[in-house]
């Protein structure tokens, strides 16, 4: 009975310590260039930082909205505002200290709209495929088109054994404790939630356009980061593709580390180690953090107008056709 208690302690304790550590290892990193950097600071202005910013403000809302076509996919559509105001509402309240957002998620608010439990669940592990699809798609089209792809294969060709051979022993050790992890509770409803989504026969026309819009998104938010490097000075030396693909690759090595909630560290960490080859790695890794700690900045901030228009759901019953797995209710915000 204590064996079963210590190990969901010891993840809780690992989940919390883990970030902290990632975060100081890049502060670690940049000390020894803190001068450099402080001067990319100062010529940090306005003319790169309020477009930045007004970026994330846009890809906040238009992010948002996409989960109702999700929910068009799995045959409960809601309202494009009504989709924006319950993501950023739940979203948003994740960087608030505690754990009061977690009675606020996306799952309960779409139960407050008339969803069934079973489709609001599904529709995050179908909105998370989708999203990791189109930052793939983003990161190949950057780091291939803009070159960096090659340059950075030159760059660092003598570490790929012993990369090879690192990724090898941590699959192996993956496999080892793949018996214990698969136990966890967690993991098992991620697995039963894998299993359902499998099953699933999604209306494929707003699959796609969610999945597009999704790319989209990707590309508008590397151009963030891109003018976050040009306000450094590197708008020459580091171009508008191969910024988007770093940040991409980023995003993608961020959510795969995913014993670190939001990858914090890990994504800043990878982007600027691509973006190495072309400028020093510290001051990718600084743009890098300046641009995170803005992204947060604007999605506390895009919360600021649904804390005033909350919106009444009501519920009405839709038709059923024999043999159709509809929606047995419809939401529409007054």
Not at 50 to 67: H, K, Q, S, T
Not at 282 to 291: D, I, P, T
Request: charged residues 10%; hydrophobic residues 55%; glycine residues 8%.
């Amino acid at each position: 009975m204590g064996t079963k208690s210590f190990w969901p302690k010891l993840l809780t304790v690992f989940r919390l310590v883990v970030p902290w550590l990632a975060v100081g290892c890049v502060i670690l990193a940049l000390l020894p260039r803190a001068g450099d950097l402080r001067q990319c600071v100062q010529r940090l202005g306005c003319a790169s930082l309020a477009p930045a910013f007004c970026l994330c403000l846009g890809y906040w809302f238009f992010n948002a909205g996409v989960w109702s076509w999700i929910l068009e996919s799995l045959g409960y559509p809601i309202e494009y505002l009504t989709s924006v105001r319950v993501f950023l509402t739940s979203e948003s309240m994740r960087w608030l200290p505690g754990g009061v957002w977690k009675f606020a998620s996306r799952v309960v608010a779409a139960q407050n709209l008339g969803i069934p439990i079973a489709i609001a669940s599904l529709s995050l592990p179908v909105e998370l495929a989708t999203v990791v699809v189109s930052w793939m798609v983003v990161a190949l089209a950057g780091t291939i088109c803009s070159g960096l792809a090659g340059r950075f294969v030159a760059a660092y060709s003598k570490w790929f054994l012993p990369a090879a051979g690192a990724a090898l022993v941590s699959l192996l050790l993956f496999g080892l404790v793949w018996p214990m992890l698969s136990r966890q509770p967690w993991i098992r409803a991620k697995l039963g939630q894998l299993g359902e989504m499998l099953k699933l026969k999604p209306n494929l026309r707003a699959l796609i356009r969610a999945e597009l819009m999704y790319i989209l998104l990707n590309v508008f938010h590397g151009v963030g980061l891109w003018l976050m490097l040009a306000g450094m000075g590197y708008q020459l030396t580091v171009s508008p593709a191969a910024a988007i693909g770093a940040n991409a690759v980023g995003w993608l090595v961020g959510f795969f580390a995913m014993a670190i909630p939001g990858g914090m560290g890990v994504r800043e960490t990878a982007t600027a180690f691509l973006l190495s080859p072309v400028m020093p790695w510290q001051e990718a890794a600084l743009a890098a953090v300046l641009w995170r700690a803005l992204q947060i900045a604007a999605e506390l901030i895009s919360l600021t107008p649904w804390l005033f228009i909350r919106g009444r759901p009501v519920v009405q019953p839709v038709s059923i056709q024999p043999g159709n797995q509809t929606a047995l209710e419809q939401e529409t915000l007054l």
